[in-house]
């Protein structure tokens, strides 16, 4: 068990289970919705016909905001605009901890959808201008990419004229992006995605690195652990960092698409590119970010990650090796409405701190919104673990209110 951090005694871990830290944030009423929702969607069943619900009514077009908005979109996400975000944006900016603004568009495919999500990107980005309630802009190369470009790039094969002619206006958009982002001095973030997609959005976020990242990292590739091979990837990363002369930024998290990752390899008949097991990840993960903590001097990162033990071990590794807690290389990040006690806690403990927050019409959420439920439902542990916590600050608050009468 780690030592309770105090301001008096700064050299010691934060303490993830102090739950009246973790919720100040959040009014009663605010944590009896939380408390709700994780005990829903901690129940497989009901997050399995919820999913099914949500995706009939999609194809259907059937409106549903009004059942989502009140429940799982305004715990999961900010708004449905930039604007929209505000008070969220202020709330979390509060309590010590940034935001980055995540515009959640997936599944597009045309030219005029690729451009419109690009745009609103752009946007996102532009708003973090001179703003330091945020600290990160993001993008996922597929929100402004055809798929299958990016899926005949990672596969290396020949483009016909056209197909070239959309891979140019994808490394367009990308570098517009990373350009604006570096302009305004906000580093910027390219998610990971599937496996078959990847090495074309590494190549794209590996040129803009060696564009803008010179004396900061101002581009961030990431990097997903439950992948047996990344974190040889991250090492000949580093190496070509070094030897190219960039500054290497990393986001580390575990990986999202586990079950489909496994489901494709199993269908078109190829080894699985996922870990055997979760003990493999968190493995492989915690050597990254020691690997990352080694060689500082050429790598920033951010832990993108829920887990307790990881977020302890990068507190200790950062002790061990001597660096400030408000390290400006390092950061640490959640999603929005997942683990406060992580976010706050470290941010009450002077880390940097940062938060997802998905924005966007409420249909455009759905599939991110999908993905919540079912992690929060597949992986053991994390909403029993949310649960637990939220019971135990209901009790404090109550307690504290009966001492008070006395
Ligand atoms: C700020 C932030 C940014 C993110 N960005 C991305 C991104 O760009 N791309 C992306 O793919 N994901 C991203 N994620 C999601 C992330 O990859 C994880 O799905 C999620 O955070 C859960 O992992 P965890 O580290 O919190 O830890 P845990 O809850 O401890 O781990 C759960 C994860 O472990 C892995 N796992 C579970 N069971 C097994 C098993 N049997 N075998 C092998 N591995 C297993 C899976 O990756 C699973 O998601 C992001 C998460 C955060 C917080």
């Known amino acids: 068990m780690p030592a309770t951090y105090s301001k008096d005694n700064p050299s010691s871990l934060p303490d993830f289970n102090n739950t009246e830290q973790a919720y100040a944030h959040l009014s009663s009423g605010e944590l009896r919705r939380a408390l709700l929702l994780f005990q829903t969607v901690g129940n497989a069943k009901l997050v399995g016909f919820g999913k099914t619900l949500m995706q009939w009514a999609m194809a259907l077009r059937i409106p549903i905001g009004w059942a989502i ?7 999961f ?69 055809p798929t299958v470009i990016l899926e005949l790039v990672s ?14 206006r994808v490394r367009f958009r990308v570098a517009a992006l990373c350009q604006e982002a570096a302009r305004i001095k906000t580093a910027v973030f390219i998610d990971a995605e599937e496996s078959w997609l990847q090495p074309a959005i590494d190549y794209l976020a590996e040129e803009q690195m060696l564009l803008h990242n010179h004396t900061e990292a101002l581009v961030f590739n990431t990097v997903q652990l439950y992948r047996h091979d990344r974190l040889a990837y991250l090492k000949a990363l580093t190496e070509k960092a070094q030897s190219s002369g960039f500054r290497l930024g990393v986001k580390l998290v575990r990986g999202a698409y586990m079950e489909k990752e496994r489901l494709r390899a199993t269908k078109i008949g190829v080894p699985s590119p996922i870990q055997h097991d979760k003990k493999a990840t968190d493995r492989d993960y ?27 071990l990068l507190c200790s590794k950062m002790k061990e090796a001597g660096l400030a807690v408000g390290d400006d290389r390092i950061w640490f990040a959640q999603l929005l409405g997942m683990s406060d006690p992580i976010s706050f806690n470290l941010a009450a403990a002077g880390y940097n701190v940062a938060k997802y927050v998905p924005y966007g019409p409420i249909r455009e959420t759905i599939p991110y919104l999908i993905r919540r439920a079912e992690e929060n439902t597949s992986v053991a542990g994390q909403s029993s673990r949310e649960l637990e916590l939220i019971h135990r600050e209901f009790k404090r608050r109550s307690e504290a209110r009966r001492s008070q009468r006395i």
Do not use: M
């Open 69 to 75: 908005r009140p429940t799982i979109y305004s715990h």
């Open 286 to 312: 915690d050597a990254a970010l020691d690997w990352c903590i080694q060689h500082i001097d050429s790598v920033s990162l951010c832990a993108g990650s829920h887990n307790e033990a990881s977020s302890l």
């Open 155 to 168: 596969e290396n094969k020949a483009l016909t004229d056209d197909q070239q002619k959309a891979w140019e």
């Open 77 to 145: 996400c900010g708004g449905e605009t930039i604007e929209g975000c505000e008070e969220q944006v202020d709330k979390l900016h509060r309590s010590g901890v940034r935001t980055i603004l995540d515009y959640s568009a997936e599944g597009k495919e045309t030219e005029d959808e690729l451009e419109s999500t690009f745009e609103a990107i752009l946007e996102a980005i532009k708003a973090t201008d001179q703003d330091n309630r945020h600290a990160f802009g993001v993008f996922k190369v597929s929100g402004i990419a």
